[in-house]
């Protein structure tokens, strides 16, 4: 309890000074859709996948899209977000059996180039796995 009488009284001892100001709450504008914007570019996305033979490897050379924010791919497949943190959330087929699946991770847009990586969870089957980004222009 000493500890907030005295915080109380450093407040008043500076409002009674004239420092009031200090503590004034300041509004700092954000550029929405700034970031998601710095995401902006075409990526090579690669997806891990595992059958019987072992891990896979499928990459796809300019595939994945991002436009202010709205994930995209080339042939229209992937339909999702990336947020002002680089948080991706976006759907698409399930890489390793029939349905859909949800992909979630980050995009890292201040590396140069950009990358992302993640993991995605087929819906249908429950199999889970990892996703990547990279060489974003």
């Given at each position: 309890?000493?500890h907030?009488?005295?915080?109380?009284?450093?407040?008043?001892?500076?409002?009674?000074?004239?420092?009031?100001?200090?503590?004034a709450?300041?509004?700092?504008?954000?550029?929405?859709?700034?970031?998601?914007?710095?995401?902006?570019?075409?990526?090579?996305?690669?997806f891990?996948?595992?059958?019987?033979?072992?891990?896979?490897?499928?990459?796809?050379?300019?595939?994945?899209?991002v436009?202010?924010g709205v994930?995209?791919?080339s042939?229209?497949?992937?339909?999702?977000?990336?947020?002002?943190?680089?948080?991706?959330?976006?759907?698409?087929?399930?890489?390793?059996?029939?349905?859909?699946a949800r992909?979630?991770g980050?995009?890292?847009?201040?590396a140069?180039?950009?990358?992302?990586?993640?993991?995605?969870?087929?819906?249908?089957?429950?199999i889970?796995?990892?996703?990547?980004?990279?060489?974003?222009?």
């Amino acid at each position: 309890m000493k500890h907030v009488h005295f915080a109380a009284l450093a407040v008043t001892m500076l409002a009674m000074s004239g420092c009031a100001d200090l503590f004034a709450v300041k509004k700092i504008p954000l550029e929405t859709g700034a970031a998601e914007a710095t995401a902006n570019g075409v990526y090579d996305f690669s997806f891990t996948w595992l059958d019987l033979a072992g891990q896979h490897v499928t990459q796809l050379k300019g595939f994945f899209r991002v436009t202010n924010g709205v994930i995209s791919s080339s042939d229209g497949t992937l339909a999702g977000t990336v947020d002002h943190f680089g948080t991706a959330t976006f759907d698409g087929p399930c890489p390793t059996a029939n349905g859909g699946a949800r992909f979630t991770g980050n995009i890292t847009y201040l590396a140069n180039p950009k990358e992302g990586q993640g993991e995605y969870l087929c819906n249908t089957t429950g199999i889970k796995n990892s996703w990547r980004i990279n060489n974003g222009s």
